[in-house]
């Protein structure tokens, strides 16, 4: 995978926080800030995934896309922000169908 270079200014409170992490981690800060991008962009993923799903835009296999991660993987975030999982037969065989591209 190919990496791009970015530079951001951050307040001070972040930017310690980061060393603080860093040193305790035991890395270099752009190693330390990529762990926490990465962190930060699956969080997001999941949060849009689940807003999603609670408003009844997307379907849970939809969901679980969007957030990158599997549906089984999904329900506890789901669970912890009190969105009921409204799953049924129907759309375990058209989630099916569609991993399949039928």
Do not use: C, F
């Amino acid at each position: 995978m190919s990496q791009k270079h970015v530079r951001a200014r951050v307040p001070e409170d972040i930017y310690e926080a980061i060393e603080t992490i860093r040193e305790e981690e035991q890395t270099d800060r752009s190693s330390a800030i990529k762990q926490l991008l990465e962190r930060g962009i699956e969080d997001w993923r999941i949060d849009i995934a689940v807003r999603r799903y609670g408003e009844g835009t997307v379907s849970i296999g939809r969901a679980a896309e969007i957030a990158d991660v599997s549906i089984w993987r999904l329900l506890d975030p789901l669970e912890e922000r009190g969105v009921e999982v409204n799953y049924t037969e129907a759309d375990l065989v058209a989630d099916r169908a569609s991993v399949r591209g039928e």
